[in-house]
């Protein structure tokens, strides 16, 4: 009889997330071996037997490592959530083990694109490559190995494939929790487009990423205002981190802000009601705030639904 293995029972922080990816490998030969093509920038390597996996404690705080072992290799992946990438410094601690070993990588796996990872990352940290995998690869591979493997093998793939999707979604559709930001008429440098009409005519929005308070998970709704009201909410049904605006749009010319990453988001092509506007009913400005969507729905006005939402949130 098969037995069942619940990696959703996981939590979806990176210790969880490198065990339940850990595991599969180790029990599922054919996954492993995707991989391994996929990182072997020496073809020899590949062709090592019996490849190991290890789950290794780093530190006092209990997280913990993924090593793939082999003979003539050491393959350490570092797991995150969202699109984040882990640091120089902290790639730079492993770099010691690898070298001891004879060969090998230093792998980084997050939902970052490899466009994302080659901006950010050094291509080596004292001689030990640095290599990157988008998790959508992962379930590319899970995709292209799971018709072969039969019994535990499949279950394994399909609880994996399922929890990574959910990783991956980072919030659940369920979550109502709605990101209220300000529109204006400006026109970005080299666009036909203003701010205002990326969201009216072709149903995008962007920001900065990864500073100045701006969101790291993708939000599921979005309230936009402009003229003193929220006038559009829309669901997010795509997201993505671009290394820099440029990548979207070339005719945006090079400046600090346009080669920065940014998030962008697809949003649905109906907006949600209310149709009619919801006055903000405070001074907001360009505040960036945090609603929940039925309160913001049922409210005169987004300061009403500010409050309120504080007030719930507050009872629980």
């Known amino acids: 009889m098969v037995s069942e293995v619940r990696f959703d029972l996981l939590g979806h922080n990176e210790n969880d997330l490198t065990a339940a990816f ?18 072997q920038p020496q073809p020899e390597w590949a062709h090592d037997a019996s490849p190991h996996i290890a789950l290794e404690k780093r530190d006092a705080e209990g997280r913990t490592d993924l ?14 959530r969202g699109w984040r990438l882990p640091s120089t410094a902290q790639l730079r601690r492993y770099v010691g083990r690898i070298h001891r070993r004879g060969g090998g990588a230093l792998v980084t796996l997050s939902q970052a694109s490899q466009a994302l990872a ?16 988008p998790w959508t690869d992962v379930l590319s591979d899970i995709a292209d ?40 008429n400006d ?40 003229d003193g009201a929220v006038r559009r909410i829309h669901r997010v049904i795509e997201a993505d981190v671009i290394p820099t605006l440029r990548k979207r749009y070339p005719k945006m010319p090079s400046t600090e802000l346009t080669m920065r990453p ?21 001074p907001y400005r360009a505040a960036r705030l945090w609603v929940l969507l039925d309160q913001l729905q049922t409210a005169d006005t987004l300061a009403d639904a500010h409050e309120w939402t504080r007030q719930l949130t507050q009872s629980t």
Request: proline content about 13%; overall charge positive; aromatic content about 10%.
């Open 67 to 80: 090593e793939i072992q082999t003979p003539s290799a050491l393959f350490i992946c570092e797991a995150k």
């Open 187 to 226: 026109r970005p440098p080299g666009s036909r487009l203003t701010y205002l009409e990326y969201v009216t005519e072709d149903l995008t929005y962007f920001h900065p990423y990864g500073v100045g308070g701006w969101p790291l998970e993708p939000p599921n709704f979005i309230a936009f205002r402009w």
């Open 118 to 133: 080659t901006a950010n990352l050094p291509p080596a940290i004292d001689g030990v490559p640095v290599l990157h995998l």
């Open 145 to 184: 190995v799971r018709p072969a493997c039969r019994g535990q093998q499949r279950l394994w793939l399909d609880q994996l494939r399922n929890y990574l999707r959910g990783v991956i979604r980072m919030r659940s559709v369920a979550d109502s929790w709605t990101y209220s930001v300000v529109l204006n």
């Open 262 to 282: 940014h998030a962008i988001y697809k949003l649905s092509p109906r907006p949600l009601p209310p149709l009619e506007p919801i006055p903000n009913g405070a």
């Open 22 to 39: 850990g595991f599969t490998l180790a029990n599922c030969p054919p996954l492993l071996d995707a991989l391994l093509m996929r990182l």
